[in-house]
């Protein structure tokens, strides 16, 4: 049982401080929980470990770094060389006439070999590589990115997890309540002092927090299915247990922090700011365009007998005569994604400062929620509750009052229960995007 550490001592997270101690003895009796007694406990912190070691999304980003990292070298290395072989032949009655005669004269035919390499205007092959790392860069923030997103994923399913054990833990000893009306209920109809409708109104009540038990049992092997998937697990391993108490703690940061550290932390914006690097580089690669690059080439060519073999070496340049529909086009295209990458930033800053936003007051508003029901409704439900089945022990209150009561306890329970995981959610969304690693420091 969970204990809220905000409440009197002594009391519980579900609100059974002040209920009569003849029902504290029942529940005595009944034995624990097979929930609670036989599964094992899942602690966040190996759980969180796992997912980074073994979710295939994250191993799929870590793929795509690597490959970026072989594009570097590939970049700024020098296109390949050029190798020719040829043989020119003097004549055409002859197919070979290498030291031969054409017409009685000595044959002037050759064999040709020639080696050339390109060389790019200087600065071209440095932008190029710069380029390459900068988009290698921007896949490092985002698996950074993705191993967040799984972190978050994973305790978002870890705190759906526990609201259903706990809602079930809620619910069982909610029905041992509803069990002991029912009890009075018959004691009362078999000495003729309450009609049969009250045995069957308590035995409905009992048997409804029941489905609802076994709706949360369903809804625990989804969970744990989604929690698996996550983790990487296939088929064959199945996630068993339980997650761990967990208890209320202050959130230490403002909004003002939040927004700060995501600035300087966040992987979505270090990603976007390393494409705007790469669209500046591009951008000075189209301007680079502009100016030829150089081949240089060198020949030999050997010839017959009777002459001597020839050399010759040659440098060629591209001429970009067409630059107005080539080049100059290509630097509008890159200023162009320039832009387009920092408005890309601006908005990527501006939704996290959104976001940041709507989970702190997501946050808030479940916190207030809480000490709502924690101080005044439960409370309140569970003094009337406890005046009512006194009353009802003794026939001064009817059975429709007494369940009333009970179920709006319960409701006030659940809700308390449901605000303070929507509160917990928040926090880790908070956590996830400025990049504050708590893995399992809010379990108990």
């Not at 009609?195 to 069957?200: D, N, S």
């Not at 700011?273 to 240089?296: I, N, Q, S």
């Not at 089945?389 to 709006?408: D, M, P, Q, W």
């Amino acid at each position: 049982m969970v204990i809220n550490p905000k409440r009197g001592k002594g009391t519980t997270w579900w609100g059974m401080g002040r209920i009569i101690y003849p029902l504290l003895i029942v529940f005595s009796l009944f034995p624990l929980s097979p929930l609670c007694a036989q599964e094992a406990t899942l602690k966040l912190s190996d759980l969180i470990v796992e997912a980074l070691k073994n979710n295939p999304e994250i191993k799929v980003a870590s793929a795509r770094v690597q490959a970026a990292g072989h594009r570097i070298p590939q970049a700024k290395a020098l296109s390949d060389p050029m190798f020719m072989i040829g043989y020119e032949n003097e004549g055409t009655d002859r197919l070979y006439s290498f030291n031969g005669e054409v017409k009685g004269m000595p044959a002037d035919s050759r064999w040709m070999f020639s080696f050339s390499q390109m060389l790019p205007f200087p600065g071209k092959l440095s932008l190029k590589g710069e380029m390459a790392s900068r988009d290698r860069e921007s896949l490092v923030a985002m698996e950074e990115y993705t191993r967040r997103s799984t972190v978050v994923r994973v305790k978002e399913l870890y705190l759906d997890l526990f609201l259903s054990y706990a809602t079930i833990d809620l619910l069982r000893e909610k029905t041992i309540l509803f069990a002991r009306i029912e009890d009075l209920a018959l004691s009362r109809y078999s000495t003729g002092m309450a009609p049969q409708q009250e045995v069957l109104m308590a035995q409905t009540e009992k048997y409804m927090l029941i489905e609802k038990e076994e709706m949360e049992t369903q809804k625990i092997q989804s969970i744990a299915a989604m929690l698996a998937a996550t983790l990487g697990r296939n088929g064959a391993q199945s996630l068993t247990g339980r997650p761990e108490r967990l208890s209320f703690q202050s959130f230490p940061y403002t909004l003002e922090e939040l927004i700060e550290l995501a600035r300087k932390n966040s992987p979505l914006v270090q990603a976007k700011e390393k494409m705007v690097k790469v669209a500046e580089t591009k951008v000075e690669m189209a301007k680079k365009e502009f100016y030829p690059d150089l081949t240089l080439g060198a020949s030999y060519f050997a010839r017959g007998s009777e002459f001597p073999d020839m050399w010759n070496v040659t440098a060629t340049i591209n001429l970009p005569l067409y630059y107005k529909d080539k080049q100059k086009q290509a630097l509008l295209e890159a200023e162009a994604n320039l832009l387009e990458a920092k408005r890309e930033l601006e908005a990527t800053n501006l939704m996290i400062t959104s976001s940041l936003k709507d989970y702190f007051s997501m946050g808030k508003a479940a916190e207030r929620l809480m000490n709502l029901f924690q101080e005044g409704l439960i409370s309140k439900a569970e003094q009337d509750l406890e005046a009512a089945l006194s009353g009802y022990a003794v026939g001064k209150v009817e059975a429709i009052t007494v369940i009333s009561r009970l179920k709006s306890l319960i409701d006030y329970e659940l809700q308390y229960l449901k605000q303070f995981v929507e509160r917990e959610k928040a926090i880790a969304r908070m956590e996830g995007i400025v990049g504050i690693k708590d893995y399992g420091g809010r379990a108990k």
